[in-house]
């Protein structure tokens, strides 16, 4: 199916532990994003890529990490999560100069 | 530090009133701004404006930008219960294409 999708689309974890959430999208866009929505912020840009091999730091890093191997996939990792990484994280994709379009989110909850 | 500013934070209406959202920015070398509308999932795109004083028109929905006074105004006419979301602005602005998201403006239209 064409488009922008996320998995898992819910995931509760522990503290400490080490989680991957994974975006693909069959564009084929240069740029992917990663945000984290929580109330009273909003969304957070985390990581963002503007090509394979490109990643570059966005508003709230700390914690993550990201890889762009190859243009289709972005994943998100927590490599140790703690609990104020509970959050909805959305990847988004786009090509220059162009809206953003949205996968459909991962709600994370880390005990 | 690019800034975005949403007003009012929520706002509740009767249908078939008339609202206007408003969205003031700070960035260093602005590129558009993107109006996104949030339902309980990923948001989904509206509008995207790069030039000042050209309305941007769908339907009940129109856009305006203000490139000079550095703010944009979302209205909405003749809304109805399906108008109610979350209405999102962002920012693309600098030397890269990171989006600088508002915190929103939470619309509920009652019956």
């Known amino acids: 199916d064409a488009g922008i999708t996320q998995s898992p689309r819910y995931k509760i974890t522990e503290t400490g532990r080490q989680v991957t959430l994974m975006c693909h999208q069959t564009w084929s866009h240069s740029y992917m994003f990663w945000y984290r929505q929580d109330l009273g912020h909003g969304l957070r840009l985390i990581y963002y890529s503007a090509a394979a091999d490109i990643t570059d730091k966005g508003e709230v890093p700390d914690g993550y990490v990201v890889s762009r191997s190859k243009t289709e996939n972005f994943p998100l990792t927590l490599e140790s999560a703690t609990r104020s990484q509970t959050s909805v994280y959305f990847c988004?994709?786009?090509?220059?100069?162009?809206?953003?379009?949205f996968g459909p989110g991962t709600r994370l909850t880390v005990l | 530090e690019d800034k975005v500013v949403q007003s009012p934070l929520s706002l509740v209406v009767h249908e078939g009133d008339t609202v206007t959202l408003n969205c003031s920015y700070e960035v260093t070398n602005f590129r558009s701004l993107l109006w996104y509308k949030q339902e309980k999932k990923a948001p989904t795109f509206l509008f995207m404006l790069?030039?000042?004083?050209i309305e941007k028109k769908s339907g009940r929905l129109s856009s305006i930008l203000d490139k000079k006074e550095l703010f944009s105004i979302l209205n909405i006419t003749a809304t109805q219960t399906g108008d109610s979301a979350v209405y999102l602005c962002a920012v693309e602005g600098g030397s890269n294409y990171k989006l600088t998201f508002g915190k929103g403006t939470l619309l509920t239209v009652n019956p």
């Open positions: 790069t030039s000042s004083g």
């Open positions: 988004a994709s786009s090509e220059v100069l162009d809206e953003q379009f």
